[in-house]
């Protein structure tokens, strides 16, 4: 534990500059709790709120309250209600524990006043707001957290290594399921099983597209029924630890002696040279450039363009292979905050005109944890609004169309002088 203890040290001190910046007293920090869906009496999965997570190293606790004024040891108002419809896990004797002044709450009525407490903030779920709402999740204050959490611990940067440890056995749990002709909804069993971790648990629903789906970034359904042919497969899919979330996306053909199969080793080639640059001062709107270059490199070596891979970036034609941005953040959530942001007042560095879904624009900081995923993909909606451009061989995109398209992503911690692949030396 002497990597959480330090972890709280420093959360402790980015919470006092943060609440001092601010002129705040003292922070409450609500964990959040399960909302019963429209006209129903169950809830959907509590997702705890990040912020609490940052400092309590548990997914599924809810209705609980942490207050922290600087100081003194945070106290947490720890719910474990008197309930013989769910089982109900005593965590006010865990390791993690010892570290705050934990106060067992066995009905809500015995939760402090917070209104007491002058000049405080709240950060949590505006469904539940005993504050007024200018001390609700303020702005300027969450900015400046939110700066705080881009530069990961030791502990943080272990429990994203630990979730990718769990993501690879189920990325070769599926990759085998693939090969064997199974199903999307078997692939995906597969994967779960592997992971040891239900789909709930997941840090994001998997995407697991065979085929044409492939080229549906988010594709969201998982087919139960066979394909008549196995030709490509694309996962992305994750786990958690701790809260801890993993991003990984691997593509595989199953001809592995075919020119889809080429394509997706060029991909992977050029997808450790983007890692390999994520150091400390890189500008990761340049790096995202970088990225389509080198895929239109890769699109001109596999004859699918017949332009330069600069005239390709300037035109425009390479968003139509590879439409989204490079990477993001990545921590307590798949993407994390402070994307687009480049100090701890909340200045805002917004992205390109011609590349806006880039999650990242900042300048890269040693120990932040991105993704880094670049892709190539056969998409039709896109492809249609290039018709008459003469730059792309249509001969080419016809043959590739049934394999949907290609991503390749590794987490990767940003290095003072190298960077350290989490999904590739895991």
């Known amino acids: 534990m002497t990597d959480y203890k330090q972890h709280l040290a420093n959360l402790q001190t980015a919470t006092e500059a943060a609440l001092k910046a601010n ?66 896990e005593d965590r006010s004797n865990a390791d993690w524990a010892r570290h705050f002044d934990v106060r067992v709450i066995h009905h809500q009525s015995e939760m402090p006043t917070v209104n007491d407490q002058l000049n405080h903030a709240w950060i949590g779920d505006r469904s539940w707001q005993p504050m007024a709402a200018e001390y609700t999740n303020p702005d300027k204050l969450l900015a400046h957290l939110h700066f705080s959490r881009v530069q990961k611990t030791s502990y943080e940067i272990d429990c994203i290594q630990q979730a990718n440890q769990l993501a690879l056995k189920g990325h070769a749990a599926a990759a085998e399921a693939f090969y064997a002709g199974a199903s999307e909804y078997d692939i995906n069993a597969a994967y779960l099983q592997a992971c040891q971790q239900s789909q709930s648990q997941m840090p994001y629903g998997n995407i697991v597209a065979l085929n044409e789906n492939a080229a549906v970034l988010h594709y969201q359904y998982q087919a139960t029924d066979k394909p008549a042919n196995h030709r490509t497969f694309l996962i992305d899919a994750g786990a958690n630890y701790k809260g801890y979330a993993a991003d990984i996306t691997r593509t595989y053909a199953f001809d592995k002696n075919g020119e889809f199969n080429n394509m997706i080793a060029a991909m992977d080639r050029l997808q450790v040279e983007l890692c390999d640059a994520c150091v400390a001062g890189q500008d990761y709107v340049d790096l995202h450039q970088q990225a389509h270059i080198k895929i239109a490199e890769v699109l001109k070596q596999f004859n699918v363009i017949n332009c330069s891979p600069e005239v390709a970036l300037e035109s425009g034609l390479s968003a139509t292979f590879f439409p989204h941005g490079l990477g993001h953040y990545l921590g307590l959530q798949v993407h994390d905050v402070a994307g687009h942001q480049s100090n701890a007042d909340g200045t805002v560095k917004k992205p390109p005109e011609n590349h806006p879904f880039l999650r990242l624009t900042d300048v890269l900081r040693e120990n932040a944890v991105i993704t880094v995923e670049p892709g190539l993909y056969f998409i039709p909606m896109l492809l249609q609004q290039q018709r008459d451009n003469k730059h792309i061989n249509w001969d080419k995109v016809e043959q590739f169309l049934p394999y949907g398209g290609i991503r390749i992503e590794d987490n990767v911690v940003v290095g003072q002088n190298q960077s350290r692949n989490l999904t590739r030396s895991s």
């Open 23 to 88: 002129d705040y007293d003292g922070l409450w920090i609500y964990s959040g709790h399960p909302e019963n869906y429209f006209l129903d009496d169950h809830a959907p999965p509590h997702q705890v709120n990040p912020h609490f997570n940052w400092w309590i190293p548990e997914t599924d606790i809810s209705h609980s309250l942490l207050h922290i004024v600087p100081g003194q040891k945070p106290t947490l108002y720890l719910s474990q209600p008197a309930d013989f419809w769910h089982k109900i």
